[in-house]
């Protein structure tokens, strides 16, 4: 399946790829305020700064985590 979420902050998107997570949570512990697995929806894009936001997206080992700007999109 290719299921793909997205979670802005009017900044940047967040984009998820739960098919390619391995759950190792390397968000969870890095950015614990945005990557709430226990929660729906599991990530709250405008609990932390679009710069730690970015960090985090780049720590993800899967590649399941990517993100864009969203001026670039238009
Ligand atoms: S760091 Fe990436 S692979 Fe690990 S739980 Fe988060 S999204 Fe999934």
Do not use: H
């Amino acid at each position: 399946m290719n299921i793909v979420k997205k979670y802005t902050n009017g900044e940047i998107t967040i984009v998820w790829k739960p098919a390619k997570c391995t759950y190792a949570a390397a968000c969870v512990r890095m950015c614990p305020e945005v990557f709430k697995p226990r929660e729906r929806p599991w990530v709250k894009p405008d609990n932390a700064s679009t710069e730690k936001i970015i960090d985090t997206v780049k720590a993800c080992p899967s590649g399941a985590l990517t993100f864009f700007y969203n001026e670039e999109q238009a």
